[in-house]
């Protein structure tokens, strides 16, 4: 008996143990990449970033689409955030026709640069000293993605911008948006992209909000490069959320043919590489304008360097 006991004993303090240790952790499903809470703004914010990673690391923001609570896109940042990146991503909530709800805004890359000062000076961070204060780089999903397209233009665009003039912050370097396109609604006009940084489209193809067409459209009227279109088999608008349909946001009646985590996998690796490869790393540029696209047999890829 008296063995049984302390044997439970043991086992007790162990399990006490792991609860207090996971507790004071940062929470993570991916051993290699961390996450902590933080405030970007006025924003609720989740930060993931990679574990043991050395030196500097570039931060990118990510933009959410209508309505979508930022905890759908934890898998995805995740993804992201291993390749290297701190992947900030903030609940920004405001105003739009009328509407209180989750909107993206070309007001949040300039936060987020000024986040970035604050969070590399603050002693009590995971990540002081550890960020790249010069280096932004920018995620979007669908409305959050037409936001990102408006700021590399450095424009201000209606209903994405909330002043009556817009500078993109110089940190800004390049920008990955999945399901996104500039077509005007109501009118069907693509106006033309005028970009001062490389962009990507990563374009699900069973996508039934915002049309494959739509974004062969966009970008054909993406004006410099470089810029690249990667087209995810089987994938629809959902493709990058944690869920299909998150609640309250718009849903897609057509379903995917791909598994979930494949898609998120898929999406945010090409995110991740393009954007690595925007910014200098010899090995992705490699991967995404040379062996990529013959190497993944979900995507097919147009692009101009």
Same mark, same amino acid.
């Given at each position: 008996?008296?063995?049984?006991?302390?044997?439970?004993?043991?086992?007790?303090?162990?399990?006490?143990?792991?609860?207090?240790?996971?507790?004071?952790?940062?929470?993570?499903?991916?051993?290699?990449?961390?996450?902590?809470?933080?405030?970007?703004?006025?924003?609720?914010?989740?930060?993931?970033?990679?574990?043991?990673?050395?030196?500097?690391?570039?931060?990118?923001?990510?933009?959410?689409?209508?309505?979508?609570?930022?905890?759908?896109?934890?898998?995805?940042?995740?993804?992201?955030?291993?390749?290297?990146?701190?992947?900030?991503?903030?609940?920004?909530?405001?105003?739009?026709?009328?509407?209180?709800?989750?909107?993206?805004?070309?007001?949040?890359?300039?936060?987020?640069?000024?986040?970035?000062?604050?969070?590399?000076?603050?002693?009590?961070? =995971? $990540? #002081?000293?550890?960020?790249? /204060?010069?280096?932004? @780089?920018? !995620?979007?999903?669908?409305?959050?993605?037409?936001? &990102?397209?408006?700021?590399?233009?450095?424009?201000?665009?209606?209903?994405?911008?909330?002043?009556?003039?817009?500078?993109?912050?110089?940190?800004?370097?390049?920008?990955?948006?999945?399901?996104?396109?500039?077509?005007?609604?109501?009118?069907?006009?693509?106006?033309?992209?005028?970009?001062?940084? =490389? $962009? #990507?489209?990563?374009?699900? /193809?069973?996508?039934? @909000?915002? !049309?494959?067409?739509?974004?062969?459209?966009?970008? &054909?009227?993406?004006?410099?490069?470089?810029?690249?279109?990667?087209?995810?088999?089987?994938?629809?608008?959902?493709?990058?959320?944690?869920?299909?349909?998150?609640?309250?946001?718009?849903?897609?009646?057509?379903?995917?043919?791909?598994?979930?985590?494949?898609?998120?996998?898929?999406?945010?690796?090409?995110?991740?590489?393009?954007?690595?490869?925007?910014?200098?790393?010899?090995?992705?540029?490699?991967?995404?304008?040379?062996? &990529?696209?013959?190497?993944?047999?979900?995507?097919?890829?147009?692009?101009?360097?």
């Amino acid at each position: 008996m008296r063995l049984r006991g302390l044997a439970a004993a043991t086992v007790l303090t162990s399990l006490l143990t792991g609860l207090a240790a996971g507790l004071a952790a940062p929470a993570s499903a991916d051993p290699g990449v961390s996450r902590y809470s933080s405030q970007i703004k006025n924003d609720g914010t989740d930060v993931y970033y990679p574990t043991g990673a050395t030196g500097e690391l570039p931060v990118a923001l990510m933009l959410q689409g209508a309505q979508v609570h930022r905890m759908h896109y934890e898998q995805y940042a995740q993804e992201v955030a291993s390749h290297g990146f701190v992947v900030v991503v903030p609940n920004h909530k405001r105003l739009l026709f009328f509407d209180q709800d989750y909107y993206a805004s070309q007001s949040q890359p300039a936060e987020t640069v000024e986040w970035m000062d604050d969070e590399n000076a603050n002693a009590s961070s =995971p $990540l #002081q000293g550890r960020i790249d /204060t010069d280096t932004l @780089v920018l !995620l979007g999903h669908s409305f959050g993605g037409a936001t &990102g397209l408006a700021v590399a233009e450095s424009t201000c665009v209606t209903p994405f911008c909330t002043s009556l003039a817009y500078d993109m912050p110089d940190e800004v370097k390049a920008g990955s948006f999945f399901g996104t396109n500039n077509m005007l609604p109501g009118i069907g006009v693509f106006p033309e992209v005028d970009n001062l940084v =490389p $962009l #990507q489209l990563v374009q699900g /193809t069973a996508d039934g @909000v915002a !049309l494959p067409g739509d974004a062969e459209t966009t970008y &054909g009227k993406i004006k410099d490069g470089p810029k690249q279109i990667v087209r995810l088999s089987g994938a629809n608008h959902y493709g990058i959320t944690d869920v299909q349909n998150p609640a309250g946001a718009d849903p897609d009646a057509n379903a995917q043919t791909i598994g979930q985590q494949q898609s998120i996998e898929t999406a945010a690796r090409w995110a991740a590489r393009f954007l690595k490869a925007a910014l200098g790393d010899a090995a992705s540029a490699g991967y995404v304008w040379s062996t &990529g696209d013959a190497s993944d047999p979900l995507v097919t890829v147009t692009g101009a360097q």
